[in-house]
């Protein structure tokens, strides 16, 4: 069974850090594009982030520029979104998905997690 669960959520103040993980089971995560989106409430889900195989980064939104990276561990078959100087409006679930196999970024995903809410508040 193909299967990515996110983990490293919580509440954190604003200006704090988080890093998400993104760990695959069941396939080979080096062979896959992996993008991080996110949906606040109320509103509609948002790319953020995408790995290349390669390891080079397709950025989504402009609104994590200078505080958010990903990167990708192929031996530990993980992919992390560190996030910094987070703020309020980057309160979301995030989730990690998996795009087409040898594939790039911007397509379509056959595998998602199930998501992890970051919380950033006073």
């Known amino acids: 069974q193909l299967q990515l669960v996110e983990a490293g959520g919580g509440l954190v103040q604003p200006g704090g850090s988080l890093t998400l993980s993104c760990a695959a089971s069941?396939?080979?995560?080096?062979?896959?594009?992996i993008t991080w989106f996110r949906q606040a409430p109320g509103k509609e889900r948002e790319g953020v982030l995408c790995?290349?195989?390669?390891?080079?980064?397709?950025k989504y939104t402009d609104s994590v520029k200078d505080r958010f990276t990903v990167s990708r561990n192929n031996l530990l078959n993980t992919v992390y979104l560190q996030m910094n100087n987070l703020k309020p409006e980057d309160t979301a679930v995030y989730y990690c998905?998996?795009?087409?196999?040898?594939?790039?970024?911007?397509?379509?995903?056959?595998?998602w997690g199930q998501g992890t809410q970051v919380t950033v508040s006073s």
């Open positions: 790995i290349y195989r390669s390891g080079d980064v397709a």
């Open positions: 998905a998996a795009g087409a196999k040898y594939g790039a970024c911007g397509g379509s995903h056959t595998v």
């Open positions: 069941g396939f080979a995560l080096a062979s896959y594009p």
